[in-house]
């Protein structure tokens, strides 16, 4: 059975009066075409740039950039919490990835890499993985940490979250292109959005 590896970003977006939404994307690359998938994503760099990242990107370059993303092998994983709005959002981020660490667990999906933030983020990160471990998570999960810059695989669910906040803001061209990769995407049980759908 072919072993996989993820690749995580995340993202903030306002959503309507009052509201916004935290977003974690994972790409699923199998582990034996990683190396493959980097290569592919490279040449979508113009000169000068260290990495792609959506918000940075003319219309015409995003569109190039999904076309080239859909040539490549991988999934993708979204888990959203749509909430009140607030200043700080590190419970939202750790609502979101502790239902996507669930669903990789369930895809036997143990080796998962975290887009680096800073050094105290990233330890707090771990921290909430042992914590999870230690209430029964599958203890084979781990991750690490990279800056977008040294890892292309990353820039996968920079251009999934992209495409899922393009949609939001009216067009939804990107999300369309993207969306026969979506193995999972879904609110975390406690969001808005997932409390309004289960009313009668």
């Given at each position: 059975m072919p072993s996989f590896r993820a690749f995580i970003d995340e993202s903030s977006a306002l959503r309507g009066p009052g509201l916004q939404e935290y977003l974690i994307a994972a790409a699923v690359v199998p582990a034996d075409r990683c190396d493959d998938v980097r290569e592919a994503l490279r040449p979508l760099l113009l000169p000068g740039q260290i990495k792609l990242h959506w918000s940075d990107e003319?219309?015409?370059?995003?569109?190039?950039?999904v076309d080239g993303l859909l040539q490549l092998e991988h999934m993708s994983v979204v888990i959203t919490h749509l909430s009140e709005r607030?200043?700080?959002?590190?419970?939202?981020?750790?609502?979101?990835?502790g239902e996507l660490y669930n669903e990789m667990v369930a895809m036997d999906v143990h080796d998962?890499?975290?887009?680096?933030?800073?050094?105290?983020?990233?330890k707090s990160d771990v921290a909430h993985v042992v914590a999870l471990q230690g209430a029964g998570l599958d203890k084979r999960l781990r991750i690490s940490h990279k800056r977008g810059g040294d890892e292309p695989l990353l820039w996968i669910a920079d251009a999934v979250l992209g495409a899922i906040n393009a949609r939001e803001s009216g067009d939804s061209s990107h999300f369309e292109a993207l969306?026969?990769?979506?193995?999972?995407?879904?609110?975390?049980?406690?969001?808005?959005?997932?409390?309004?759908s289960e009313k009668p």
């Open positions: 003319s219309e015409q370059r995003r569109r190039r950039i607030r200043k700080k959002n590190e419970r939202f981020r750790r609502l979101c990835l998962l890499l975290l887009e680096s933030r800073s050094a105290q983020q990233d969306s026969s990769t979506f193995l999972v995407h879904r609110p975390t049980p406690t969001s808005v959005a997932a409390q309004t």
